[in-house]
């Protein structure tokens, strides 16, 4: 790697060889990066018309063919470039057509091509469909990129039986000689909880002479982890040095600081983030965000503010999602000062009202007992944001129902019902607060009208039931009819619930 020294002294050879060189070179310089930046403006133009096809309901086809009528040359390798950024950044299906395209236009697919087409086919149109087009490629296209593909299609949707057939096949044709396939395998035990299972694939390459990668050693540590076995988290750790620091990356260190941060090693996990902040990438908001979160999460004021300020000076614009990262680390250190200080400063300047960010304020407010001003918040936020204000109004309701201010929150009901927002989730806390009130108060007809407004979103599920039930069985209600409504509604019945209806159902 290319130390700053060597790098600025190369970079000084370099201009001081184009201050002496003729003018003729300078010259054919300049017109080469002229000639750069307008074939870099022309990918630009072109892949933002791809990529807007989507909101505008445009075809890729009719898109790609008025390219080339136009005269605009477009040659294989922009075109698997303009889908792999298309991939990037989730529009698989407008990434699947350009391959199409290109299929049609009889241009040539390599293994790699192959292997990208495959993805994308499985995140569209699903595994079997993935499948089948591995099994119609001709027997050079099946290559260790194709097979590869395929192997980590089978881990995204957790096979685990395909996936380990397909693997073993892999071995006998000899397309496994890098760590690249037993990672998949690793990520998918990962996803399925199997943790002890990544330790032993770990074994099985080294059996095979296969050296770890830097994504080997970060599942590993934390498989490790989720076992919570420290002991050989350490041993992982010694090793990963001892194969060198090129086998260490951003997210090992993320992993060996959360989960020495679970374990209250908070010396260990500051020491690993130290580590990992000399890897992170200054450009990228998320790793700011994510230090952020972890010195929370170690109970570390001071190195919140630190990094809070580097992620300013680095990123001036501060957006959304950088003061929610740091709201939320505020609330979890209980700083209700810097809180309403970051707050202040976000609604000054955002340029979008984001109703999360004014959450985590009104959240605040409401663990201090200041329920005037989180209502105020709320009600400043309703006339600016645009987007869902449920969350906000079942924090204002929680605290109301759980303060015994009923009126008030049947008063947020009675406005939610009214506003019809077809995005509205309701939160069980909020459900079993509401509950709680109608049983507590032995309020029946209430509990009935609150379970009618419930079935307005989405239909009742068992748990709302056994609520409802105990309210019946609290106020000393008969209810002759309600075995017979839960076998229409589908409704299976547990033992406390059959419990239940013995009391009411006499």
Not at 218 to 245: F, H, P, R
Not at 380 to 408: E, P, T
Not at 411 to 429: C, F, G, I, M, P
Not at 488 to 493: K, P, S, Y
């Amino acid at each position: 790697m290319m130390t700053m020294y060597s790098a600025s002294r190369l970079a000084r050879r370099f201009c001081s060889t184009l201050a002496a060189a003729p003018a003729a070179i300078v010259g054919e310089a300049s017109a080469a990066a002229a000639s750069t930046r307008k074939t870099a403006k022309k990918h630009r133009s072109v892949y933002k018309k791809l990529s807007n096809l989507g909101s505008r309901g445009g075809k890729m086809e009719e898109t790609l063919n008025k390219f080339t009528m136009e005269g605009i040359p477009i040659i294989k390798h922009d075109l698997v470039r303009y889908a792999k950024d298309l991939r990037k950044n989730r529009l698989p299906q407008r990434a699947l057509e350009v391959f199409e395209w290109m299929e049609k236009k009889e241009i040539a697919f390599t293994g790699s091509d192959h292997a990208i087409r495959l993805d994308l086919i499985a995140k569209t149109k699903g595994l079997e469909a993935a499948e089948s087009y591995f099994n119609a490629l001709d027997t050079s296209s099946k290559n260790r990129s194709s097979y590869g593909a395929l192997l980590n299609c089978y881990c995204v949707e957790r096979d685990e039986d395909k996936a380990k057939s397909h693997f073993d096949e892999m071995v006998d044709l000899n397309l496994v000689t890098n760590s690249l396939p037993y990672n998949n395998l690793m990520a998918m035990y990962l996803r399925l909880g199997q943790y002890d299972k990544v330790p032993a694939l770990v074994a099985a390459m080294k059996e095979k002479n296969i050296s770890p990668c830097a994504i080997t050693y970060s599942m590993w540590i934390q498989s490790c982890g989720s076992l919570n076995d420290l002991d050989a988290v350490e041993k992982v750790v010694e090793e990963m040095k001892e194969d060198g620091e090129s086998r260490s990356s951003w997210d090992t260190f993320a992993n060996l600081a959360s989960i020495y941060a679970k374990a209250g090693l908070y010396k260990r996990a500051e020491a690993s983030l130290k580590s990992l902040e000399e890897k992170m990438n200054p450009h990228k908001r998320d790793s700011y965000h994510f230090l952020i979160s972890l010195y929370a999460g170690i109970s570390n004021p001071s190195e919140v503010y630190r990094v809070w300020e580097l992620l300013k000076k680095g990123h001036p614009n501060v957006n959304n999602s950088s003061s929610l990262a740091m709201l939320q680390a505020l609330s979890r250190l209980n700083d209700f000062d810097g809180i309403k200080k970051v707050f202040k400063e976000w609604e000054s300047t955002c340029w979008t009202y984001d109703m999360r960010v004014a959450n985590v304020m009104i959240s605040s407010y409401l663990k201090e007992n200041m329920y005037e001003e989180a209502e105020a918040v709320f009600d400043g936020a309703a006339k600016k944001c645009k987007g869902q204000l449920s969350k906000g109004r079942q924090l204002l309701m929680v605290y109301l129902l759980k303060n015994d201010r009923v009126d008030l929150a049947l008063k947020h009901l009675e406005t939610a019902v009214s506003d019809q927002d077809k995005n509205w989730s309701w939160s069980s806390e909020l459900i079993g607060a509401f509950f709680l009130h109608f049983e507590k108060s032995k309020d029946v007809d209430g509990a009935e009208e609150f379970c009618k407004t419930l079935a307005k979103w989405s239909p009742l599920g068992s748990e709302s039931y056994t609520l409802l039930l105990k309210t019946y069985v609290a106020a000393e209600r008969a209810c002759h009819g309600m075995r017979k409504r839960l076998e229409e509604q589908g409704i299976e019945l547990d033992d406390e619930m059959e419990g239940l209806l013995c009391k009411i159902c006499i």
